[in-house]
């Protein structure tokens, strides 16, 4: 990241001196792709994203089936996107942002990157509270972050709520991820916003001290420990475990929907937002309407194994399998807004 911001800094020095808008120098992303040259016309668009190629690829190439407009890209993580965004300015050929987690989406919007897009079409399609309230992001697919286990191991009768895998009865059979994870910082946030900081705290410390091993780098090395039976149970974002089933449907993990009888499962999104300097501003408007269309959705979702934030739409057939369940509505940006808190929390918890 260092390297990147170095990058984006050095860009900055070496464009500031030219008083046309150009396009940014060739860079290498995190999937091999590089930024294409800047749009002709208003049938190209440039999108910088955090997802990864192989899942948003077949998106972008289907709507240039059906529209004619060229879309070129450029993949990487989303805090050097947000950077890049930031250090190019008004200089920037980008039109859409796509990043993960309401947390990284909250941010690109406080930090001016994103402008508000109005859009009736979007308003009906993705629930308030998976958008943000100022309308400069919208949710494109749901993920539930929710307690997995092994029936075999752990029935289903002995869970609860997020909160009770602090109890000492889960003492040495609790696993998770690190919590640098951006994804576990917008659980503990959603937390904080519901419970407070104080108690939010005392059940992070009581998972601190019921881990089976220390937190793991990745949801997949989670399910997998709960499978090998080094742990009784974890928490993990559900497309992960749906990516792992449709691989191996013989894996021994199961979801279990915590806190039904309160606010319900965690969940975060995926979603876009029109760049704030973007020259296209109609064309940018149009692609997102239509991942939140009814076929865009579907594909997206039997793709990813993600739940469509267009609730008019169903989830993959494995992923529908595993049942309705009762979701937390706080607005996702909620994560991001106390983000910042929720990891000082966890570092005082001892949660690494």
């Not at 917008?186 to 916003?193: C, F, G, N």
């Not at 091993?213 to 090395?221: E, G, I, Q, S």
């Not at 499962?265 to 997102?288: P, Q």
Request: charged share 20%; net charge negative.
């Amino acid at each position: 990241m260092r390297l990147t911001l170095l990058a984006s800094a050095l860009l900055v020095l070496t464009t500031a001196c030219d008083p046309q808008k150009t396009a940014p120098a060739p860079a290498t992303s995190a999937t091999g792709s590089q930024p294409a040259p800047a749009p002709a016309s208003s049938q190209e668009l440039v999108v910088y994203t955090s997802r990864n190629e192989q899942l948003v690829k077949p998106l972008f190439d289907r709507y240039t089936e059906e529209t004619g407009v060229k879309i070129t890209y450029l993949t990487d993580k989303a805090p050097p996107l947000m950077e890049r965004l930031r250090a190019e300015g008004d200089r920037t050929q980008a039109d859409v942002f796509i990043t993960v987690d309401a947390g990284n989406l909250w941010q690109a919007a406080n930090l001016g990157l994103l402008q508000p897009t109005e859009s009736a079409e979007l308003q009906a399609n993705i629930p308030s509270h998976l958008r943000d309230p100022d309308n400069r992001w919208y949710g494109l697919s749901v993920r539930a972050r929710t307690i997995v286990h092994n029936p075999q191991v752990t029935p289903a009768m002995s869970l609860s709520t997020y909160e009770d895998l602090a109890d000492p009865k889960w003492r040495g059979k609790l696993c998770l991820r690190s919590s640098k994870s951006e994804y576990n910082q917008s659980l503990v946030a959603t937390m904080i916003a519901t419970l407070g900081a104080e108690r939010t705290e005392g059940v992070v410390r009581g998972w601190v001290a019921n881990l089976a091993a220390p937190p793991f780098a990745n949801d997949v090395a989670v399910i997998e420990a709960i499978a090998a039976g080094r742990c009784a149970i974890g928490v993990v974002n559900t497309y992960y475990l749906g990516r792992q089933k449709r691989d191996n449907p013989e894996l021994p993990v199961q979801p279990f929907w915590p806190n039904q009888d309160g606010r319900g499962v965690h969940v975060n999104v995926s979603g876009a937002g029109v760049t704030a300097h973007s020259d296209n501003v109609e064309g940018a408007r149009a692609f997102i309407e239509w991942l939140s269309s009814d076929k865009a959705q579907a594909l997206y979702a039997n793709e990813n194994m993600e739940y469509p934030a267009n609730p008019k739409i169903d989830a993959a057939s494995l992923v529908e399998g595993w049942g309705d369940f009762k979701a937390d509505v706080i607005n996702v940006s909620e994560a991001g807004r106390l983000q910042a808190e929720a990891v000082k929390l966890m570092d005082r918890a001892g949660y690494r």
